[in-house]
């Protein structure tokens, strides 16, 4: 199944350091929506990256094609809530440990 890389661009630059309990929430909803569908096996790994020059999250999916996982995104709380983040979709070649 082809793989694809997903970068979550926070609203702002200081977004890791300084979300207020609002966004914290949000962030819980975003990491129960990519937990759920990694216990499903569409999610590889995600997380959090924490780059000196603007922290972002990112994860590895396995889903059919570029359309699910503009789908995938699509769903994710984060998106949905409309309040800034943007998300950039890559294919990828990824080597797991079942290859």
Same mark, same amino acid.
Request: contains cysteine; hydrophobic residues 45%; charged residues 25%.
């Given at each position: 199944?082809?793989?694809?890389?997903?970068?979550?661009?926070?609203?702002? @630059?200081?977004?890791?350091? !300084?979300?207020? /309990?609002?966004?914290?929430? $949000? +962030?819980?909803?975003?990491?129960? *929506?990519?937990?759920?569908?990694?216990?499903? %096996?569409?999610? $590889?790994?995600? %997380?959090?990256? +924490?780059? @000196?020059?603007?922290? *972002?999250? +990112?994860?590895?999916?396995?889903?059919?094609?570029?359309?699910?996982?503009?789908?995938?995104?699509?769903? /994710?709380?984060?998106?949905?809530?409309?309040?800034?983040?943007?998300?950039?979709?890559?294919?990828?070649?990824?080597?797991?440990? !079942?290859?």
């Amino acid at each position: 199944m082809p793989h694809f890389f997903l970068k979550l661009i926070g609203p702002r @630059p200081t977004f890791a350091m !300084d979300m207020n /309990d609002a966004e914290k929430k $949000l +962030m819980h909803e975003h990491f129960l *929506y990519w937990k759920a569908r990694q216990e499903q %096996g569409e999610v $590889l790994v995600f %997380g959090p990256v +924490m780059d @000196p020059t603007g922290p *972002y999250g +990112m994860g590895v999916l396995s889903v059919a094609d570029e359309a699910a996982a503009q789908a995938f995104a699509a769903g /994710d709380p984060a998106m949905k809530a409309n309040v800034g983040f943007k998300c950039e979709i890559h294919s990828m070649r990824a080597v797991t440990r !079942d290859e």
